[in-house]
């Protein structure tokens, strides 16, 4: 059974950092599944963030949002089963509950590293960590 838990939400003010971390069990992050970062707003449409896929050896290939790119860095630690998303300099219109997730197969972006993301494709859901960011 796959399971997704996310953790490292909070309260910070803009220009701070966050670290979130997805701990995954029931399968093995490997080059078989593409973990991606939602985040949602109360109202609002669950947004991709970033998306990260185990290729070749140790290289994996990620892909962002826009409006997170230079800012946000997703990894992924295959041997603690743990997917992270490093978040720098925030902004007020980054709260919102992030949510990890999974998928079988690979992500898909352009070779700018923009992410072609769809909550749709997304099997496995973890239950959300709020990110609070004030002015």
């Known amino acids: 059974q796959v399971q997704l838990v996310e953790s490292g939400g909070g309260s910070v003010q803009t220009g701070g950092s966050l670290r979130l971390s997805c701990a995954a069990s029931?399968?093995?992050?490997?080059?078989?599944?593409?973990m991606g970062w939602f985040r949602q707003v109360s109202g609002k449409e669950r947004e991709g963030v970033a998306a990260?896929?185990?290729?070749?050896?140790?290289?994996?290939?990620?892909y962002y949002a826009d409006s997170v790119k230079g800012r946000f860095t997703i990894s992924q630690d295959n041997d603690n089963h743990t997917v992270y998303l490093q978040m720098h300099s925030l902004k007020p219109e980054d709260t919102a509950k992030y949510y990890c997730?999974?998928?079988?197969?690979?992500?898909?972006?352009?070779?700018?590293?923009?992410?072609?993301?769809?909550?749709?494709?997304?099997?496995?859901w973890g239950q959300g960590t709020q990110v609070a960011v004030s002015s």
């Open positions: 990260a896929y185990a290729a070749l050896g140790t290289t994996y290939l990620s």
């Open positions: 997730a999974a998928v079988g197969g690979r992500c898909y972006g352009d070779h700018a590293g923009s992410w072609f993301a769809s909550s749709t494709d997304f099997d496995y």
């Open positions: 029931g399968f093995t992050l490997s080059r078989h599944y593409c």
